[in-house]
């Protein structure tokens, strides 16, 4: 089992940037394809972008390509989003999670463990 510990959200201006960190504890951490999930007062959780176990490919929801960058230190056991120019619109509590079976899915139900969320507000 791993558990996810997010951190890094917090109130910025449209058009600045932030980076989130996903710490996870235990051995397994390398191992699991993760990905990073966001909801949006009054709306559903959503796929945002996710990294398979190497970190040799990665995939983004559309409206964050070119804006966002998911990174992994699997020696820090430590999981990012870089997250550029910053929209109202990614105003959201953001969800680290991890996948133990490499399925390399955006559903949620793939995934078996997650972090408590960070809250991210982009003002205008």
């Known amino acids: 089992q791993v558990q996810l510990v997010e951190s890094g959200g917090g109130l910025v201006q449209a058009g600045t940037s932030l980076r989130l960190s996903c710490a996870a504890s235990?051995?397994?951490?390398?191992?699991?394809?993760m990905g990073w999930f966001r909801q949006a007062p009054g709306k559903e959780r959503e796929f945002v972008a996710a990294?398979?176990?190497?970190?040799?490919?990665?995939y983004y929801q559309d409206s964050v390509k070119g804006r966002f960058t998911i990174s992994r230190d699997n020696v820090k056991n430590t999981l990012y989003l870089q997250m550029n120019s910053l929209k109202p619109e990614d105003t959201a509590v953001y969800y680290c999670?991890?996948?133990?079976?490499?399925?390399?899915?955006?559903?949620?139900?793939?995934?078996?463990?997650w972090g408590q969320g960070t809250q991210v507000t982009v003002s205008s």
């Open positions: 235990g051995r397994a951490f390398s191992r699991y394809y």
């Open positions: 990294i398979t176990w190497s970190g040799g490919n990665t």
């Open positions: 999670a991890a996948d133990r079976t490499n399925t390399g899915t955006s559903l949620e139900s793939a995934y078996d463990y």
